[in-house]
């Protein structure tokens, strides 16, 4: 019969130093959880405008939520900017767009029932709020861009479109602005002098009209 060498003094520090290295192992885990935890979590340069602080936030990360909420009225003041794109009647209101000031303005023609023109007005919207005016809420311009931009319904504008020749939608003209300094100024003859440019809108569309614009733009046009 073998006998129990082991003394209750030496069994107590095998027990302490299993506990010792438990708790250093613990510590390693927690710490490593938490840096996993800060790498994975949104920075706030990177926080977006819907997004909601939890009630955890707001009774520890105050600093947090404060930063969050500002980033967040910025944001929807961004968002709360529209696109101006005038809506045009007739010729005389064709006129007047143009008199306005002396930028190009960009007119997108279309018709009501063309899909084609559908799908350009959402890449036209986009070219307008990259180039063109935004308005706040109360419709005041707190942006101007290169170039004003505008649209016309041919079912509202059949006779202006065929005096301008425009016969295929979606189409883009880009007039010269400014003041004609002509009591007729809206009648046909004058409209198409201050005419620049004609573009049949297809899929390279947008970049030929920005191609365009950059080149009238230019100072050699000038």
Known sequence: MKLNTKSP????????????FAA????IIAFHSKTVCHAFTLPASQTVAHYKPTKI???????????????ELVLDDEEDLRTDIAVIKKADGLDNFLNQDDRLCVIKFFAPYCKACRAFGVKFRKLAIEKGDRLNS??????????????????????????????????????QGGDSG?????????????L????????????????EMDRLMSPSER
């Open 57 to 71: 936030h707001r009774e520890h990360k105050n600093d947090y939520v404060r930063l969050t909420v500002f980033r």
């Open 24 to 27: 250093v192992a613990y510590i």
């Open 182 to 194: 002509n009591d007729a100024g809206s009648d046909s003859v004058n409209l198409s002098a201050r």
């Open 9 to 20: 003094v030496r069994e107590w520090k095998v027990h302490l130093r299993t506990l010792f």
């Open 138 to 175: 109360a419709g005041e311009a707190v942006h101007f861009g290169d170039a004003r931009f505008g649209e016309i319904d041919y079912a509202s504008n059949v006779k202006l479109c065929k005096d301008l020749g425009v016969k295929k939608f979606p189409t883009v003209l880009i007039f």
């Open 196 to 211: 620049l440019s004609e573009i049949v809108c297809k899929q390279t569309a947008i970049d030929n009209i920005v191609g």
